[in-house]
């Protein structure tokens, strides 16, 4: 019996997948039977995590495409050769974002639209170019990797808290629009995860006393945490399931 959870045949496309949590995320998206595609604004780290993926799953199942999601011309281009080259995009994952950390009567007008543009337009660039191909087939997951901060605030990260929220309802609107043609979009909305990006964090006591004090799990996230709910939201098991953000966080939007 085939599981619903299988991606065996399926093309996902995840951005922002060269390092990180979009690099767990694709590995579990091709540890579930899915043949990836990787994308990064930096060829020389994109092709060296291409390499090292295609070594354990064949070069045959890991492709990677190097593209700007913020570049409406160079998506559209990337898109159409992953569907000519790799096969028809069933996937899509918005993984990629940036984090700048000051506060907002500080933070430049130039670096709150650059984090705007990386965690909110380029989802929506993406999308809808990857969804104009989904459409006629009447078939295609999106998933958008919202945060915590897409319910919560913290001081210091204003342009991320306020792209994650708006991340939510562009899920929701991508709903309305496109569930009725059989494409199922929803978020996964991580809480604090330990990768070697938020090292820093993890290093600091006071902010990691903070986090074990704050989740009711008592933990950090790992990238492993996150990598179920994204196979199962890309998978058959999920499909009526449309417009929701699933909070993988320990628990810690849910407590005062």
Not at 137 to 149: M, P, T
Not at 176 to 192: D, M, S, V
Request: net charge negative; aromatic share 6%.
């Amino acid at each position: 019996m085939t599981s619903a959870f299988d991606l065996t045949g399926k093309v996902a496309l995840v951005t922002g997948s060269s390092r990180g949590i979009g690099l767990g995320i694709a590995t579990g998206l091709a540890d579930a039977g899915a043949t990836i595609v990787l994308n990064g604004v930096d060829p020389v780290r994109l092709e060296a995590t291409r390499a090292t993926l295609a070594d354990r799953f064949g070069d045959d199942r890991v492709a990677a495409r190097a593209f700007d999601i913020v570049d409406e011309d160079a998506v559209a281009r990337a898109v159409a050769s992953i569907e000519s080259e790799v096969g028809a995009i069933d996937i899509l994952v918005n993984n990629a974002g940036v984090q700048h950390r000051e506060p907002l009567v500080e933070v430049s007008l130039d670096n709150w639209r650059r984090v705007l543009d990386t965690n909110l337009t380029g989802a929506f660039v993406v999308g809808r170019q990857v969804a104009g191909r989904m459409l006629p087939r009447h078939a295609g997951k999106i998933i958008n990797i919202c945060s915590v901060q897409t319910d919560l605030a913290r001081p210091t990260i204003g342009p991320y808290t306020a792209a994650k929220g708006a991340l939510r309802n562009l899920t929701r609107v991508m709903t309305a629009e496109w569930a009725a043609e059989g494409l199922q979009i929803n978020g996964i909305a991580p809480g604090y995860i330990h990768t070697e990006m938020t090292q820093n964090l993890v290093d600091d006591d006071e902010f990691n006393s903070w986090i074990l004090g704050r989740a009711p799990a008592r933990r950090w996230g790992t990238v492993a945490d996150v990598v179920g709910p994204t196979v199962w939201l890309a998978s058959s098991a999920s499909d009526y399931v449309n417009g929701q953000v699933v909070f993988v966080d320990g628990g810690m939007t849910v407590v005062v």
